[in-house]
Structures are given as structure tokens and as C-alpha cells.
């Protein structure tokens, strides 16, 4: 059935398989880690230091893996994520006495690796697969792997934790590392060997975007992700355990939750943005739509000032915070595959999710910092959202300078 359909449509479906298998074990195994290592004994903000390198190594592979694809081809780039998956899987096979913190954070660094390459991969390869001046179709696909992406990362979740039930610790991973590697046997066969390969070879200090309008994405990128994280990783969990006195497995599972639906709200995001009018969005929507973020965490922090019942104000704030930060992502998305060049396409794509994963990585840092800085609790969460705010704001200004330029569906 599948040697029916059009090449690039073949293309495609290996490379968002790819894309799902990878992402489910990948939320499944931070799923596995956190949960393995809090029944260890671990401190949250020890834990949080676990996924250190992960997020450190995603600059650094961010920044290099797009040089890499441009010579190499973004199949290899693509097929070189998925085997550093295994091997980081692989890692955490060892006996429980040399699961240590730095053996740990060597393996997370490798899947951080891992993740970045095939995310990038994935989202280069669709520029190549839709044909020149299609950019409603282009839309749409970036859209839908972008969102069936963080769906599946929600379900990642709870498969982590099933898993670590039904199997234990070790099990789980051998499962998941046996799974990967079949994915990564078939990739190796049905990928298209040239997808990706630049004609020019790029020097490697064309690593650094020389275009004006991917520059201004990337920054105002790293600012949005970053007024996310500075909530969301540290600070959230830890309020909804310590302050409302949520189970784990409740502040995990609405976590889970919240990621299936931020996924399936970006999938729909043509929808929501006005694809039906005829247009495809431009910079201006993407500033609307920062600007209509940045009020959000503000509305939740004055909540949270007047002694607003907290758990109300929190669930509330974050279903819509969630579902406009879904719809500012996937308007991202799309614009940076639109914006970089067919040849070479990886560089500028390897670029902007580096400061995707620069935003991560500072509101990681800042999200247990500012918490704990203003004492925990209310205070805490509130310091952390009012710096979720002045990101956000930073990312709207920033996106005024975007280009304007409505271009036919």
C-alpha cells in the first residue's frame, strides 16, 4: 500500500515514524528517571540536575548538528539520533550500584544529543519534501509533527510509569532500547540516502545564520521557551507537591496531560491561526500571538497576589496558558522551516533550535533559582511568573521586527 503513494509522502511518514518512536522514549525515559530516582531518595532540584547535560548538550548539538547535516545528509543525522538513543538506553542497563549521578548525567547527555539530532533532522526534511511555494502544505505538516510530537510526549509519560510498574527499572529500558533499535534497523533501510545533502558544502563557521529574519526568530525563540521553563520545570512541580499537597503521581499525571493537549492544540494550529481565510501567517502574527502570551502569567501571578483559591487559579491558568503557548510554538515552527534556505536547510533550522535549547537550558537554571530565591511556596511561583512575564514581553518586541508578508496558501 505505502509504494502507492508519492515519494515525498513515503518520506515523510519515515520520517515522522522516526520522529514518534523517538519522542515516546523519550518522555518515557525522563518519565523512568525522575520517578526511579525520587524512590532513591533524590531532592527534587537533585533530580532537575540530572537533565543538566541534556539540556546543555541540545545547544551544543543544536549548533553543530545542523553543519552535520548539510554534509552528511539528514538521513544520517536523523538515523546517528536514534543510535545514540540505544546507547544511552543501553547505558542505564548497568548494575543499580554504578547508576550514580555522573553516570546519569553522561547517559541524559547522550539522549540530549540524541533528541536534538533527530528533532532537527525531522523538521529540516519536511522543507524538502514540500514542493517550492506550497507553504499552506508546509504548514500543515510542520504543524502536525510538531504536535503529534508533544502529544507523544505526554504518552511518553505515562508509558514511563507504566512500564516502571509492570517491568521495574531495568526491564523498562530493555524494552524501550530493544523497540528503538528495530526503528533505527528499518530507518537505515526505507530513508532516502541524499535527503538533506547540501550541493554547496558549508564552512563550519556558517554554523552562526547569516540570515537577518532567522536571527530575530531564534531570539525571540529562546525568549518564549525560556518564559515556559522558568515556570513550568521546577518551580510548578514542586508547588503542586509541596503547596497543594499533590501525590506524584497526580502532578505527573496532569503534567502528562497537559502535554497531550499542548501537542494536540498545535497540531490544530493552521486551523486556529486562519488558514481557511487563505493566508498563511507572517511575523505579525507572531507578535500577536507572543502578546497575547505575555498576559497570561501576569493574570496568574495578580491571581495568586489576591489569594485567589491557588489550585484553581494554577489548573485554569495553565490550560490557557498552554493552549496559546501551543499555537506561538507551532507559528514558530513553521516560520523557521519557511525562512531557511532549501540548500543547507539543516544550518538555519540547527541554529534556531539551538537557541530553543539555549531558553530551556536558562529557564531550567532559573526556575529552581528564582523559586527557592524568593522562598518557595506562593512567593516563589509568583517571582517565577513575573520573569515568565518580562520573557515574554522580550520575545513579543523582539518579533516586531520579523518580516511582514502575507503569502498565499
Known sequence: ????????????LVVTGN???????????????????????????????????????????????G????????????NIGLALQVVALVMLLVPAVWL?????MVAQALSGMAKDLNKMSAKSSIKLLVPTGAQGRLYQWVALLTGS???????????????LMWLGFAGAIAVMAMALTLVWLLSL????????????????????????????????????????????????PVFLSQTLGWNHSQTGGFLALWVIGYGLVQALAPRITGKASGTVPDGRAA?????????????????LTIELDPATVLIGGLLLFGAVFAVNSSLHSYLIVSYAGRDGVSLDVGFYYMSNAMGRLLGTVLSGWVFQSAGQGSAGIQACLWVSLVFLLLATLISVKLPRSEQAV
Open 1 to 12: 500500500m505505502l509504494t502507492r503513494l508519492a515519494p515525498a509522502i513515503r518520506q515523510y
Open 19 to 65: 520522529y514518534w518512536a523517538f519522542t515516546l522514549t523519550d518522555g518515557a525515559l525522563r518519565m523512568l528517571v525522575v520517578l526511579h530516582f525520587h524512590g532513591l531518595g533524590y531532592s527534587p532540584l537533585e533530580i532537575a540536575l540530572l537533565f543538566l547535560f541534556y539540556e546543555i548538550f541540545g545547544v551544543i548539538t543544536n549548533l553543530v548538528g
Open 67 to 78: 553543519w552535520l547535516g548539510a554534509h552528511l545528509g539528514l538521513n544520517r543525522t536523523m
Open 100 to 104: 550514580t549521578v555522573p553516570w546519569v
Open 149 to 163: 510530537k508533544n502529544a507523544l510526549k505526554g504518552v511518553g509519560f505515562f508509558l514511563g510509569g507504566a512500564l
Open 189 to 236: 533501510v526505507l530513508l532516502k540516502q541524499d535527503l538533506g545533502k547540501a550541493k554547496n558544502k558549508p564552512r563550519f563557521r556558517d554554523i552562526l545564520s547569516k540570515s537577518r529574519a532567522v536571527n530575530i526568530l531564534s531570539a525571540a525563540r529562546m525568549f518564549l521557551f525560556g518564559a515556559r521553563d522558568v515556570w513550568f520545570v521546577v518551580a510548578l
Open 287 to 303: 507578535t500577536l500571538w507572543a502578546l497575547m502570551l505575555t498576559l497570561i502569567p501576569g493574570l496568574i501571578a495578580l491571581a
